[in-house]
């Protein structure tokens, strides 16, 4: 079982940035495929980003490619979310995930809100 905890969110201007940071409580981060996903307000979870074992990796959603970063410190069981030119529309609750692969995810965090005010 692999627990995660994001944190990081807040409440931001439009045009401005916020890094998110997901922990996860196993010895063997290193296996794991990492990704981020948003829920928006009334909308279903969407893909945001995710990153290989290694950090070789990387896929993005059209959305936030070139705008987001995803990294990820194998040392400190962390994976990260850069945000930058932050858009109202990226108001969202965002979860962090782990898993076999990138595209297979199994164990989900509890989200943090992110808010992009106009």
């Known amino acids: 079982q692999v627990q995660l905890a994001e944190s990081g969110g807040g409440l931001v201007q439009a045009g401005g940035s916020l890094r998110l940071s997901c922990t996860a409580s196993t010895r063997t981060f290193a296996n794991y495929a990492m990704g981020w996903f948003r829920q928006p307000p009334g909308k279903e979870r969407e893909f945001v980003a995710a990153i290989n074992w290694s950090g070789g990796v990387t896929h993005y959603a059209d959305s936030v490619k070139g705008r987001f970063t995803i990294s990820r410190d194998n040392a400190k069981n962390t994976v990260y979310l850069q945000m930058n030119s932050l858009k109202p529309e990226d108001t969202a609750v965002y979860y962090c995930?782990?898993?076999?692969?990138?595209?297979?995810?199994?164990?989900w965090g509890q989200g943090t809100q992110v808010t992009v005010s106009s």
């Open positions: 995930a782990a898993g076999a692969a990138p595209d297979d995810f199994d164990y």
